[in-house]
């Protein structure tokens, strides 16, 4: 029983950066522009929120406040994805460029700069920034004493903020999507640009707001998947900028499922770490390296779930081309 | 008479011109980079950089092994290009091709030619799935690549560690994390030095065959490409998938071939990396960083075969000096050059566009008047 809550908490804490990052990945790409850039932004937003957390550790001010400085961190990890993400919305937008190669751009820039610049503040060869311990939230930071050890597990022990951040983004994403003249404007941008265009939309602002809070929502997941791993930030977000790209396409582009496939996702990558311990998983012999087996299968999964949805795809329609107000 | 073309129409040269800037502006930026991070050690690390490739004939022969599947890579990248294709996946196909080399040549015990026959084989198996699911169900390949990377990446380890025969446990070392050293397994599957190479670059380990073939892999796909109707028909697809379809063109199949090819080309980058006899495949936590390279290789030459010659030679060049610009820098320090060229790239392509545009203009007024 302790081990199943086990899985479940943790399967919540490795979800948290997917649906964040996928999410984030929804409204550039809702806004019609494709964003590949959401590896190379999680590193940045966790680069500099990792920076922040250990200045408030050597501080004092962080193991005093610790709640308050990492809202603070998170924060400037939203900020610092922005801004990284202002790069591939200026050449995909202002500029017209090919929105691919223009991630791909950033996707390598980013963890170069991001070890660079951890050798400079740190020291040479010190290359994992380490985030402090007082983040966690802890029961007893509600009083909490004497709590039922299957309750303790499933709420606090791997509790961060940035959960129920998470859990309020995705409510908020969900309503500014659907419910908001901002988000219907922004649906049609990536649907038809032209049509929007000529009712009065400005389809390069509203390009602009979907990458720049796909950079925000990307920079918190960057930061989100540093707390889930919790061995420090070494330079890179092992390719979860790449997995909530599938989570993405597997939501079908809608908040609500793209929470839903964050979890599955975030279950195999558990079962992937945890398969040794876990018992009611089908035996697979003397196989060797299982965990690769367990890493590959969302994959996989995803590429024959794009085979049938193909067809009736909901993937916006003008994703991926250049606005340009002169075309026809 | 033939009339000179104006030095602004010159294709070629404008996209040299391009290239050339990108790279200067890297070099700038990157060098802005250090500056700002380590004022003191900024200027020798540059100068490492810049300097190490041709310090000596052992590293320049470095320069040429790197330079060798990163060619392949860039060829890979650049004919998918041509086709209209984003090959983000040369990274796993080059993945499939490297196990399929040293599985012929640890397993089987194949020679060194015929290793690099299956790693083609093993590159094109993996370039043909973006290019069916693109055809058959319209799913973007980039998004096909990139899911393909992961799974090539985790598929290969899977079956690197169920293979007893293939890792170097199996062949006298202790680690069992890693294919077997050909030096142990199979000598006659590393790569020969060639006679001509060897002389040159007497003291080099790292010079053999493979630059030789990744040239002429070039020069094949450059034929390819400018002299036949099938490589017309390519091109044409790149163009306007459309205009091809009305054309009489298959648009479907050309999109599968081109995936193909360069898959195959890719593939045949993993098994010259992993054949020369001074690497182990060791068991990946994430993608193989190569297959990425070819992309910014691919762009500076703005996919042109015989250009990839020499953009793969500058990215290698820069790579083997990244790695003596420590301690003061890491040797990714390279990769910030590398990506604010691949930015630039991103939006060269309308930069020419523009001059084109402009000339054209130029040309209509001088109609009129």
Partial sequence: MSLFVNIISLTVVFAVPLMLVALGGMFSERSGVVNIALEGIMIIGALCSCFTLKAFHTSGFGPKFPQLAMFLAVLVAAVAGMIFSLLLAFAAINLKADQTIGGTALNTFAPAFAIVLTWAIQGQGISTIQIPSWIRIRASDFGLTNLNPIIKTLFFKYSYMTTPIAIVILIVSYIVLYKTRFGLRLRACGEHPQAADSVGINVYKMRYAGVLISGALGGIGGLAYIVAVGSGFNSNVGGYGFLALAVMIFGNWKPFYIAGSAVMFALFKVIAAYHSVIPFLPDLGSLKEKSSLYQMLPYIVTMIVLIFTSKKSRAPKAEGIPYDKGQR | MKKRKPLAENAALISLLASIMSILIG?????????????????????????????????????LYQAAPLLLCGLSV???????????????????????????AIVFQLPWWACLLLAMVGGAFWGIFPGLFKAFFNVNEVITSIMFNWIAMYLVNLLIANTPMILASAWGATNSDRTAALAAANPGAILPQGYIL?????????????????????????????????????????NSKEAARYAGINANRCVIQSMVIAGALAGLAGGLYYLAGTVQYVLEKSVLAMGFNGIPVALLANSNPLGTIFSALFVSYIQVGGSSMQPNFSSESVDIIISVIIYLAAFALLMRHIIVKLLAKKKERRAKA
């Fill in chain 2, 78 to 104: 650049g004919f998918a290009f041509q086709t209209g294709l984003f090959n983000i996946g040369a990274s796993g196909q080059y993945t499939i091709g490297a196990f399929f080399a040293l599985y012929g």
């Fill in chain 2, 27 to 63: 070099l700038l930026i990157g060098f802005i980079v250090l500056l700002i991070v380590n004022p003191g050690a900024a200027v020798e690390g540059m100068a490492a950089m810049l300097g190490t490739g041709f310090s000596s004939p052992d590293k320049f022969g470095k320069v």
């Fill in chain 2, 198 to 238: 060897a002389r040159l670059f007497g003291g080099s380990t790292w010079i053999n065959i493979s630059i030789v073939i990744a040239i002429l892999a070039a020069i094949v796909i450059w034929f390819v490409l400018v002299k036949t109707t099938f490589g017309y028909e390519l091109k044409a697809v790149g």
